[in-house]
């Protein structure tokens, strides 16, 4: 007789509970023990899971087999249309917890008591590619942060850039379906180097400034924890008294900011697409929890009016040093969710999920998010009761008269569904609050209906420029060859060209940059401007990465290892990088491990080329004689030398390791973050150097 299926799976599996038939059709009864019983969705218990229900062992699948019919039904349906934009993203849950209370600015609950805590769930995501794309696509960086208040939930829908592509929520669906795979060819994925993106970029001037953020570091981050996040718009702080003030939001990470670069995001997306993921994971698990500081910059209107640029213009920011990023509170992030779909696949954020005392401008994309989130929402999830979901539930009491619906699984008791009613407090359910509820504040408005941008709006270039200036020259040469990658994928040279003449009303230099990367000998005429480019306004330090104070906590230290190697040195490494605190991985020829000096067994977290140099901050190369000869035929292990050096990295080595560096192209002689690792009092120097994160004098880095 044929063996079924089962019969072979089930020799390596734990036995399942329940009867079930044996191949001679006699009936098992199999261990039971600490296991539940299998049932359908609605409960039957299940007796066979492993085989179709069939006429003959050999014969036809018959209908009446309702555990087929369920289990695949519910299978067909198990996917969920993906976010339209941001649809790759990685949550966690935390608290946010207010440090200074600010009354004063405004009556949200979440800011009156210092040392309160608010529950948090926070989702990181890019933005163009789709659900299974790679996490160091060049992209802006979603951080959206919902807030369970005591007054509902507040949800800031933030990116890791401070400004937006475009000014009026109208041009969403055009930019979106610009940078996204282009519609007949279904390609390029999670990627902006393309003709259509451009092509929607060098026809709307108003995207400079973005492009300029986008095509910098902060396009590539180390990790979500290294990057700042922003609520873009100017909103409101109301308080109790009913007074106003504007306010911009800025999330800051505790262990400062960190990019890779260029050439090792590419590498970095195919040795481990879910790079950013794991570091996420790790970290939650390991339990270094990753902070920011939530910071405000508040203006008034008299502020507001003599700013040199609209703040109602979400393709502007207010520099730190004209208004100060003053800190309140802190978001911390200390637990992974439990199930992926259930809490970070149906979070809804929704711009419009504010609570009192937090209020709209009438910033033009903010408002037409307020109608785009909702709607995405029921698209999504299939639904009005979404808010039902855990994830998604405030944390406060509630009570409305919305009823009924798709998956209704809150359902009002008793006979009040409308208010006014006269049935009284018990049974006539709940009552407006005009103290307590949200009022919204009676800005005044007035003018015709039109179709038009404000004057106010049309300075594309100036910022641009502030920002491009505010760069370190490390920094300003990554976004010259940025432009340069970029522009190069586009086949039409007139979209080039169109670059080019608006880069020249940014920065002559950074135009002529980008002209010779691309092969262009003359530069086409300066863009026409709205609005004359200012080439007057100061440096803004804060718009820089790397003119910040670095360090190496919460980084992670490589360390290739072979037979042989010190074992005291790599003790020593591992200390010096726990007092940090930072992390290390051992990566050796095969992931069983090596022999080290003094006999004992150490086990690697990688194989050599399933850990490449890519993915650790900085490496140390701790070769035992014989190892290291061996390890000059493998390559990944010259590229592991070769890549950390081209990435400006910090290197720690053994002698044993020059003739392996000398083959992966290293100088012979060493520069100041090539240490040497000659014995274990060694390490804590390298680790102290590591702190630099990047040595950029490099003469041939990437
Ligand atoms: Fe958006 C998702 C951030 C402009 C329409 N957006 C989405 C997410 C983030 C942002 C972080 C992912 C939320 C999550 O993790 O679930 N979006 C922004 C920022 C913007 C912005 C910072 C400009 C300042 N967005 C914007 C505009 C529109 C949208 C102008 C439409 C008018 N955004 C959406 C959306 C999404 C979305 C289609 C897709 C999935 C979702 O909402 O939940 O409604």
Not at 37 to 57: C, E, H, I, K, S
Not at 224 to 242: I, Y
Not at 577 to 605: K, M, W
Request: charged share 25%; with cysteine.
């Amino acid at each position: 007789m044929a063996r079924t299926p089962r019969s072979k799976a089930r020799a390596a599996q734990p036995a399942p509970q329940g009867t079930h038939r044996g191949e001679g059709g006699e009936t098992h009864q199999v261990a039971q023990e600490g296991y539940l019983t299998l049932t359908t969705q609605q409960g039957t218990p299940v007796a066979d899971d492993q085989n179709t229900l069939t006429q003959g062992r050999r014969g036809p699948a018959l209908m009446e087999d309702f555990h087929f019919r369920e289990k695949m039904f519910h299978f067909d349906h198990e996917r969920i249309p993906e976010r339209v934009v941001h649809a790759r993203g990685y949550g966690a849950h935390g608290y946010f917890e207010t440090l200074t209370p600010i009354p004063e600015l405004t009556k949200a609950d979440l800011f009156q008591r210092a040392g309160e805590k608010t529950p948090a769930f926070v989702r990181f995501s890019t933005v163009a590619g789709n659900k299974g794309s790679f996490d160091l696509a060049r992209d802006v960086r979603g951080f959206a942060v919902k807030l369970y208040t005591q007054e509902g939930n507040w949800d800031l829908v933030g990116n890791n850039i401070p400004v937006f592509f475009i000014q009026d929520a109208i041009k969403f669906p055009d930019i979106i379906h610009s940078v996204k795979q282009e519609p007949d060819k279904a390609f390029p994925q999670a990627q902006s180097a393309h003709d259509n993106f451009w092509d929607f970029i060098s026809l709307t001037p108003e995207s400079m400034h973005m492009i300029m953020w986008v095509m910098s570091d902060r396009a590539i981050p180390r990790s979500f924890r290294f990057m700042e996040g922003f609520g873009v718009h100017t909103f409101r702080l109301v308080n109790a008294e009913g007074r106003s003030r504007f306010v911009k939001f800025h999330w800051k990470p505790k262990l400062g900011l960190q990019s890779v670069v260029w050439n090792e995001a590419v590498k970095i997306n195919g040795a481990d697409p879910d790079f950013h993921r794991r570091d996420l994971w790790n970290a939650i698990k390991a339990g270094d929890f990753p902070e920011w500081e939530l910071c405000l910059q508040t203006f008034d209107e008299d502020f507001a009016e003599s700013f040199d640029f609209d703040i109602l213009d979400p393709t502007k920011l207010i520099p730190e040093e004209l208004v100060p990023a003053v800190a309140v509170g802190r978001l911390v992030l200390d637990r992974m969710p439990e199930n992926f779909f259930a809490e970070t696949e149906q979070v809804a954020f929704m711009t419009h999920n504010i609570v009192p005392g937090i209020e709209f401008s009438n910033d033009p994309l903010l408002q037409g998010r307020n109608f785009s989130y909702l709607d995405t929402q029921l698209k999504r999830l299939g639904g009005p009761n979404f808010t039902h979901l855990p994830i998604n539930a405030p944390k406060c009491p509630v009570h409305h008269f919305q009823q009924d619906g798709h998956m209704a699984f809150h359902n009002p008791r008793g006979r009040a569904n409308y208010e006014p009613n006269s049935w009284g407090p018990k049974i006539g359910g709940p009552r407006e609050d005009p103290q307590r509820g949200f009022s919204t504040l009676p800005e005044p408005a007035d003018g015709p209906k039109v179709r038009a941008r404000p004057e106010s709006f049309a300075d594309h270039y100036s910022q641009a420029r502030q920002f491009y200036v505010s760069q370190t020259p490390v920094e300003q040469r990554h976004i010259g060859d940025a432009l340069v990658f970029e522009l190069s994928k586009c086949e039409v040279p007139a979209i080039r060209l169109r670059m080019l003449a608006h880069l020249q009303n940014i920065d002559d230099g950074l135009a002529r940059t980008v002209a010779d990367g691309l092969g262009e000998a003359d530069l086409p005429p300066a863009a026409d401007a709205a609005a004359e480019p200012r080439t007057d306004l100061p440096p803004s330090d804060a718009l820089s990465i790397l003119k910040r104070p670095t360090s190496f906590a919460g980084r992670k230290l490589g360390i290739l290892v072979t037979d042989g190697a010190d074992a005291e040195l790599v003790k020593a490494l591992e200390a010096a990088a726990l007092s940090i605190p930072a992390v290390v991985e051992i990566i050796a020829p095969t992931v069983g491990g090596v022999t080290l000096s003094d006999g004992s067994r150490l086990v690697a977290q990688h194989k050599i080329d399933g850990g490449p140099s890519v993915l650790f901050d900085a490496v140390a190369l701790v070769l035992g004689e014989e190892g290291a000869a061996k390890l000059l035929r493998v390559p990944p292990a010259r590229d592991f030398a070769a890549d950390a050096y081209a990435h400006y990295k910090f290197i720690g080595f053994t002698e044993a390791a020059l003739p392996l560096m000398q083959k992966a192209g290293l100088p012979p002689e060493p520069d100041a973050a090539m240490v040497p690792l000659k014995r274990p009092a060694d390490a804590a120097r390298f680790l102290k150097a590591c702190a630099a994160l990047r040595f950029w004098d490099r003469p041939d880095g990437a």
